[in-house]
């Protein structure tokens, strides 16, 4: 009996022909991009490549002035309303992880939640921290241990803290989870830590974009997106990655990026 074939799952993320305006030269110049359920996508480049212009986009914080954004399939809502549930669907790691350092981890990882509960309910958690489990099963998920609820941020480790935003994130429970350069500033053994941690979250419906500074640390991932002077230079499965397409990638470059491992060639 012949098998139906399953139909196409909707892209987490479509990025079509993309360009965005810079000072001197286009920040993004006709970037393409799209993101399955279940992929897990590292974007390299060179400083000022434009990857955190990428990722601004990809979240919906910067309209590109050509192109089209679409989530699960849907363009950007007109009304604010739509948007915030649009949004509430996108979580992003940033790089400074904006914690909220005075308040607790649990209202830390409760602020995840504004744009689901409304202010009412906002406020209130300011007040009396809410649903307590869900927030220690989140910490569970990520190694830390639930006694750190009621701590506050300032009292954490770096690596914890790493940890937090991350358990904020998944707090979130976002389909499209989107990282600028995460293990910046991490010693080897906590970026690495982070990146598995991320890495494991990328399971379908999820969709993984993450930007790096560390070819040496792709191998985790489905497909590699090489961008330089804010175009596209490729777009491929890890293993198909060639040293001489990093080395162009980076050639000229003032970047501490080493080429040197992980690229499959
Ligand atoms: N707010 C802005 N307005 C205009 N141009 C900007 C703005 N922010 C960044 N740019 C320019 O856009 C280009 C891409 O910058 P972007 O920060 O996206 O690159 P990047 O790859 O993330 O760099 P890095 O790895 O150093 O963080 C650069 O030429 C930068 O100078």
Known sequence: MATQAEPPATPVLELEEISLPGRTQPRLD??????????????????????????????????????????QGEPMARSSRQRRRQQARIGTLWQDLRLIEELTVQQNLNAARLAVWGWPRALLNLLLPLESEACRAVLRRLDLD????????CALSGGQRQRVALARLLRQDPVLLLADEPLASLDPRLARDLLALLLAQGDAPRALLLSL???????????????????????????????????????GATSTASTGA???A
């Open 262 to 264: 992980g690229a499959g």
């Open 213 to 251: 500074h560390r070819p040496d640390l792709v191998d985790g991932f489905d497909r590699v997106v090489g961008l330089r002077q804010g175009r596209v230079q490729f777009d491929l499965p890890v293993k198909e990655l060639q040293h001489e397409q990093l080395e162009g990638l980076y050639r």
């Open 30 to 71: 006709q970037v393409s991009l799209r993101l399955r359920p279940g992929e897990r996508v590292a974007l390299l480049g060179p400083s000022g490549a434009g990857k955190s212009s990428l990722l601004a986009v990809a979240n919906g914080l910067l309209p590109p002035q050509q192109g089209t954004v679409r989530w």
């Open 146 to 153: 639930p006694l750190l609820l009621d701590q506050p941020v």
